[in-house]
């Protein structure tokens, strides 16, 4: 992939490191479909499937407990 | 998401943060379904499932470990 | 949930640890199914299918390493 | 559970922390379905399964950790 | 394996760093099936199902902690 | 099990610590299945299923999430 789209892992708040977790888990996706169309036409697929939205949460768990780590918790 | 949700992951008590990691949990499911229409339909599906159960608590479990890390697990 | 069931994470021994990993993981599943009926009716069901036991003891060892780490792995 | 079984996770070399991760990957199964007679009859049926075999893999992993990061990494 | 593929978890940038972790999780497969002919034959099959995407980009974010623990999450 | 097959984490470069993940991981299989030639029978299973090898994929994350923080990360 060309396009810079990470460039650091430091936020201002928690909820901005969650979305930065949710982006991470998205690209984690892209790089393996990166056909927008196909996963255009996948997300009403698991979107609908309460274990594929568990599995999709556990994604975002994991790359938030980095996210979580790297800004030492938001601590003030 | 416009809707502030997440300030901190600081928490009280240990019972507080486990109930924030369930929070954590649900947005994760939210991020990707957002319609809480759908999400009540499916509730009843997941919820008598119990390998749905098992993996909603797993997914519990590490954001969990992240809230407990950010609070130094509350030793006194 | 009112009730008060988790006030630390703090126990004396590796194998009250142990056991306090198990409630937690319990517990993840009790916010989404609090009907105890329910879940006398699901245990059968998951209690006999090696692969749903496997699940529930990766639910447990994921919380262990929450409650070992906040003690701090019972070092002497 | 009466039985003292887990009373350090101190050991002296790393191939008996991870023996001590199968112990516990063991006892997380066991206090869901605590029947030897159930987990003997149960055993040739995940044993013959490959994903079965990953998923139990998977788990000593998880224990792994722990045991490993409670002994220091067993450096010298 | 004897060619030499890993010399060090270290990158420039977080960004770098994520396809560090793709590169671990593709060769984390590679090492089960080293046919290049039947990994090109089932990519089809994985990038269309979507919970075979959730799964990798699972693989991708466990990778990523690793590295991002290894580059002290890139802090300046 | 009697023979002595992990005596250090320790690896001189991160390429033999992914080396050493994977021994962990088929060692976790092992123990649950000891018999090499059903291990053997088992294989042209999981390694022409997709979804098999990215749980294998898995569980070398995890272990090599252990060596990697055995060998601090290989930092010079």
Chains 1, 2, 3, 4, 5, 6 share one sequence.
């Not at 056909?35 to 997300?43: F, G, I, N, Q, T």
């Not at 994604?59 to 938001?74: E, P």
């Amino acid at each position: 992939m060309d396009e810079t789209w990470l460039t650091t892992l430091i936020t201002d708040t928690p909820q901005q490191g969650f979305e930065l977790a949710i982006t991470l888990s998205r690209r984690g996706v892209k790089y393996t479909q990166p056909d927008p169309e196909v996963l255009h036409k996948l997300r009403p697929i698991y979107a609908n499937n309460p274990d594929s939205l568990t599995a999709a949460s556990q994604v975002v768990a994991i790359n938030f407990q980095t996210v979580a780590a790297a800004n030492n918790y938001w601590r003030k």
